[in-house]
């Protein structure tokens, strides 16, 4: 069993950064692929990134490529999700996920966090 606990959401201008934080129990982290997700109202949960077991590889959505880097510290069972150049089409309610093996950009994660808001104002 896996927790997951977000943080770091907030309410930034356009064109500003945050700093996403997901921090997770237990002491298997590390057999744990992690995925970032957003939701905004009357939408489809969608993949925003992912990195892989050990941190060496890194993937994101087109729509952050470039704006967003996701980091982990197995030492310290957290994940990070970096957002800089923040658009207002960003505003959503962000969720970490983990799952055994590898990065998918679907929703089958075993394990989710409750979200943490994050809202960019124009």
Do not use: H
């Not at 057999?31 to 060496?56: D, H, N, T």
């Not at 510290?73 to 207002?88: I, P």
């Not at 959503?92 to 983990?98: D, E, I, L, N, T």
């Amino acid at each position: 069993q896996v927790q997951l606990v977000e943080s770091g959401g907030g309410l930034v201008q356009a064109g500003g950064s945050l700093r996403l934080s997901c921090l997770a129990s237990g002491r298997t982290f590390s057999r744990y692929a992690m995925g970032w997700f957003r939701q905004s109202p009357g939408k489809e949960r969608e993949f925003v990134g992912g990195i892989s077991l050990s941190g060496g590889s890194t993937y994101y959505a087109d729509s952050v490529k470039g704006r967003f880097t996701i980091s982990r510290d197995n030492a310290k069972n957290t994940v990070y999700l970096q957002m800089n150049s923040l658009k207002a089409e960003d505003t959503a309610v962000y969720y970490c996920a983990a799952r055994r093996s590898i990065v998918v950009v679907t929703t089958d994660y075993s394990y989710w966090g409750q979200g943490t808001q994050v809202t960019v104002s124009s």
